[in-house]
């Protein structure tokens, strides 16, 4: 990227060559970004909307694996007009149109729109450093607007929370590192933490026993299934293409990456070392994995097959 983006001012953006674009969101440091309808040149979508969460460096300069931080913390959600996209990558438009404020999240490390989304809501997960796992629903209501003559009808987007995702022992205080929803069954969502355990949530569960309700009505759902996979935290985890129970995991202090089985928990399917000092799962199409590994003198983009 070119030079240019130390002057932009928050909600500022600038278009370089290559269609390159920056935008300064005005938080940082970033976090996770999450696409709800990935932009490509195929994509019959206009608009698509992009999820962004951080750590508050200015609160908590470092976080440490075994501990936790609860801290306020929001989530911003931008709309981007990529009405050109197969002319031109730099949106026409971008827009902030919702902020989801957490009192108590902490770093938000992990966010995941649900493979379920239909217009005109959205579901999306956010894992944080507190080791809650929050589930909010956006929408859009219409409004008049009152600045304008005309009576413009405005889009505004709201955010409920829906549900906390929570391990079953309060004891157990851990950070929540990643996250991700099974497209094979859209209401199961898998999480890894600080402390090497792997858990498995079905947010839609009518199971009693994984149901608290809380004094001040929030709901809490508790894992389907959870164990521990390293004594390590685990950094990155996946769902295997087509698969609602079979997820790949990486633990970066132990330099590893597994295939484990849900409904078999005893033993991994498959264990590769991985010589990454810091390492996360990029793609995971079919029979093909894509790890982006760094260590302190370089990074680099591996392939295996699994």
Known sequence: IDGGCESLQPFESIAHKNNVFTLNTGIGPIQSLDWLSMPTAKCS????YLAVGCSRSSLIPKHIYDEIYSYKNYIQIWKFDLSNV???????HHQ?????????????WGLKWSPSCSSPSAYLAAGTSSGSIYLYKIFSEQYLSSTESTNKILSFYQAKKSIRLSLNDPNNLTQCLAIDWSQHDPYRLAACYSNGFIALFHVNTEAKHLIEIKSNQEKIIFPIRCFRT??????DIKFLSDSSNLVLTIANIAKRFTVWDFDDHHQHLIDIENSGTESAIRTL??????????????ARTSA???
């Open 45 to 48: 979508l206009t608009h698509q």
């Open 86 to 92: 197969k002319t031109n990558l730099t949106p026409k």
């Open 304 to 306: 295996y097959l699994t």
């Open 96 to 108: 902030l149109i919702c902020l989801i404020a957490i009192n108590d999240s902490g770093a938000i």
């Open 230 to 235: 390293s004594y390590t935290p685990i950094r």
């Open 285 to 298: 199409t079919g029979d093909l994995l894509c790890v982006k590994e760094f260590t302190p003198s370089y």
